[in-house]
């Protein structure tokens, strides 16, 4: 392994947990050393938008190799072996047998059918708060909500929504660019938990299917092959794991950047058709998710000019990407009418986020809600805390007054 090199002065976690502006930082890192090696990361990391594509189109990378360097690290542990089952954690072909049996459950049928019950959750829990005046958009709207769509969504009871945002959170602390052993440790408990439920949920739709996404999973078909209970079970899990963080903190970047932004919040206002392009926007411009999945090169090969050896760690700064002027003119401008959308905020490539639809859908119905119901929205606080859980990136609490 080597050592991280002394001349570049930033060798801090790369996804600032906690920094309320942490794009200037990666400014001068993509300025500097566009391909940096961290000591934090144990590996390189990527900041400009063309070599990130580059990185996530090249089959030389191995999101296994990268699993089995975690192994090696923690043991055989129950957290790992359930990520060795997962999308993210495959490469092609099982990937790609895989991704494409999945597909098949989230048609753009099944998306646009879940939006009715999207629609009525948005409503009830603004309901709640009508009459107050304020309400916190993370706590009361934007943690909630993903959670809840999904399991309306699978077919979960909806007595027990509550009991699987804990198993959720749980799981996704494992999933950081750094991992400890306490990080494990939850992510291990939690996955028990969770797993559990979820085998009980498949076992009672393989005896009485019903319509809803684990049924129609479980029927999903492609040359033969069907997914098989573990498979399922992994499927649905990295639903909830993918959807929850990334979703809620989508939901409230979109709200804090709209209203630090009048002029947007009043164009969307007059123009609620432009919902789409601004969460595209607000995924760009401050991503819920700063980072895929880790990868390991499996050759020596060459990324923005340096010499990246074998079994080497790479992975993408994906707030720095979606803020590469390269790519994006004024890209510190939040701008709902801009039209050249295609960040990275979902991945590219073969490991492009399977859920993506989703969670524009579940995004657009609620922050287009809250500019139609709370034309007078403005923060309660000045003192906004931010935090990074595994990946993500987000808001800790998002207070408002309407």
């Known amino acids: 392994m080597r050592v991280a090199e002394d001349s570049f002065p930033l060798d801090v976690d790369p996804t600032l947990p906690g920094h309320p502006d942490p794009y200037p930082l990666l400014?001068?890192?993509?300025a500097d050393d566009p391909?940096?090696?961290?000591?934090?990361?144990?590996?390189?990391?990527?900041?400009?938008?063309?070599?990130?594509?580059?990185?996530?189109?090249?089959?030389?990378?191995?999101?296994?190799?990268?699993?089995?360097?975690?192994?090696?690290?923690?043991?055989?542990?129950?957290?790992?072996?359930?990520?060795?089952?997962?999308l993210a954690f495959n490469d092609p072909p099982n990937h790609t047998t895989l991704k494409g049996l999945a597909a098949k459950a989230f048609s753009p049928s099944a998306i646009a059918a879940a939006r009715p019950s999207v629609e009525a959750r948005v409503d009830e829990l603004l309901d709640a708060f009508a009459g107050a005046?304020?309400?916190?958009?993370?706590?009361?709207?934007?943690?909630?909500?993903?959670?809840?769509?999904?399991?309306?969504?699978?077919?979960?009871?909806?007595?027990?929504?509550?009991a699987?945002?804990?198993?959720?959170?749980?799981?996704?602390?494992?999933?950081?660019?750094?991992?400890?052993?306490?990080?494990?440790?939850?992510?291990?408990?939690?996955?028990?938990?969770?797993?559990?439920?979820?085998?009980?949920?498949?076992k009672q739709r393989r005896a009485r299917p019903q319509t809803d996404l684990m049924s129609a999973m479980i029927a999903a078909e492609e040359h033969g092959r069907r997914l098989n209970d573990d498979e399922?079970?992994?499927?649905?899990?990295?639903?909830?794991?993918?959807?929850?963080?990334?979703?809620?903190?989508?939901?409230?970047?979109?709200?804090?950047?709209?209203?630090?932004?009048?002029?947007?919040?009043?164009?969307?206002?007059?123009?609620?058709?432009?919902?789409?392009?601004?969460?595209?926007?607000?995924?760009?411009?401050?991503?819920?998710?700063?980072?895929?999945?880790?990868?390991?090169?499996?050759?020596?090969?060459?990324?923005?000019?340096?010499?990246?050896?074998?079994?080497?760690?790479?992975?993408?700064?994906?707030?720095?990407?979606?803020?590469?002027?390269?790519?994006?003119?004024?890209?510190?401008?939040?701008?709902?009418?801009?039209t050249d959308g295609e960040h990275l905020a979902f991945s590219h490539g073969a490991h492009y986020c399977l859920g993506a639809s989703l969670a524009r859908l579940q995004a657009q119905v609620a922050v287009g809600a809250i500019v139609r119901r709370m034309p007078k929205l403005r923060l309660a606080t000045d003192q906004l805390k931010w935090k990074v859980m595994g990946r993500f990136r987000g808001l800790e609490s998002l207070p408002v007054e309407f």
């Open 232 to 338: 399922v079970v992994t499927m649905a899990e990295q639903l909830f794991t993918a959807g929850h963080g990334t979703t809620r903190n989508l939901i409230g970047s979109a709200v804090l950047a709209l209203m630090r932004n009048p002029a947007q919040f009043s164009r969307l206002r007059e123009n609620p058709g432009m919902i789409e392009s601004a969460i595209e926007e607000a995924l760009r411009y401050d991503s819920p998710t700063q980072a895929p999945n880790p990868q390991v090169a499996v050759e020596d090969l060459e990324i923005g000019g340096r010499e990246i050896a074998t079994g080497e760690v790479v992975t993408v700064l994906i707030g720095a990407a979606n803020r590469d002027p390269a790519k994006f003119p004024e890209p510190d401008r939040f701008d709902i009418t801009r």
């Open 35 to 86: 391909v940096h090696f961290s000591a934090f990361v144990g590996g390189w990391v990527l900041t400009r938008y063309a070599d990130a594509v580059a990185y996530l189109r090249d089959r030389r990378f191995s999101r296994v190799a990268y699993l089995d360097q975690m192994r090696a690290k923690f043991g055989d542990q129950p957290i790992l072996e359930l990520q060795a089952g997962e």
């Open 133 to 162: 005046g304020r309400m916190d958009v993370i706590a009361d709207f934007a943690y909630p909500l993903p959670a809840d769509a999904i399991s309306a969504m699978v077919g979960v009871p909806r007595e027990d929504w509550a």
């Open 164 to 202: 699987l945002r804990d198993f959720v959170d749980g799981v996704i602390l494992s999933r950081g660019i750094v991992r400890t052993t306490a990080m494990m440790a939850e992510g291990d408990r939690s996955a028990r938990l969770f797993m559990e439920y979820l085998r009980a949920l498949v």
């Open 27 to 30: 400014h001068r890192l993509r």
